[in-house]
């Protein structure tokens, strides 16, 4: 009961779009989950979503969500801080922040798996409210979010302070929308600092991909940036 109060404050806010709850990642989820405030909360969370085939999470407001290490051997090159999201699974916060911790190894934020990359997975992640910090997939792709074959939807998400080889920011060979987003201060060692698109179709709506190094768009030919 808790969850579903804290859910119905945030949509009475304007917080979270009603449509993201509404139109969450699976008719066979149960009632929204409130997440404590910590890394192995969001973890198990995460974990328990996969398992269940989707499921939403509801971020503690204002809460910093540290990783300390990786929880997943992740793939295209790199590790991730957290369980590489394999079934429909939504998050909502509150100037909630998903970070990794400063003392950390190198390790991205996300990795959404689809079929491509997973046969058996059907990885959709939908995050609202939420800041998206820190990544480091070092040779590898996406810092903060490496999308592969899935599908990623951001509202109200900022995604900032990661590296990568391509897309600093954001990775994608799947679908990919932004709405009302901001992807920025993000660094690729090759192409694509704030967003690189291998392939699939990015939206931006009213979003900003702006200050990233060496550039904010990078996309594989013939596919056009994004940006």
């Known amino acids: 009961m ?34 404590a405030c910590g890394e192995s909360a969001l973890v198990d969370a995460i974990n328990t979503a996969n398992a269940s085939g989707g499921g939403s999470l509801i971020l503690a407001p204002l809460c910093t969500y540290a990783l300390t290490s990786a929880h997943s051997p992740g793939g295209a090159g790199q590790a991730a801080g957290l369980p590489n999201i394999t079934t429909p699974i939504s998050m909502a916060g509150l100037g909630t ?22 046969p058996s997975a059907n ?11 820190g990544g480091d997939a070092g040779l590898g792709v996406g810092g903060g979010i490496a999308n592969l074959g899935g599908t990623v939807a951001l509202t109200g998400t900022t995604v900032r302070d990661s590296k990568g080889s391509y897309g600093g ?11 009302g987003s901001s992807v920025t201060a993000n660094t690729a060692g090759v192409n694509g600092g704030g967003i690189f698109t291998n392939a699939g179709a990015v939206t931006l709506i009213g979003s900003v991909v702006v200050g ?3 550039s904010n768009c990078g996309a594989l030919p013939p ?3 994004a940006c």
């Open 2 to 35: 808790r969850a579903l109060h804290v859910l119905r404050t945030l949509v009475a806010a304007g917080v979270v779009p009603l449509a993201l709850v509404c139109a969450g990642p699976d008719a066979r989820a149960a009632s929204p989950v409130l997440v």
């Open 97 to 118: 922040q998903i970070t990794r911790a400063s003392s950390a190894p190198a390790f991205r934020i996300f990795e959404v798996d689809g079929p491509s990359q997973v």
């Open 169 to 179: 920011g954001i990775y994608t060979d799947g679908a990919l929308t932004l709405t």
């Open 223 to 225: 596919v056009a940036p």
């Open 123 to 133: 990885g959709q992640l939908s995050i609202a409210s939420v800041t998206i910090s």
């Open 212 to 214: 990233n190094t060496p």
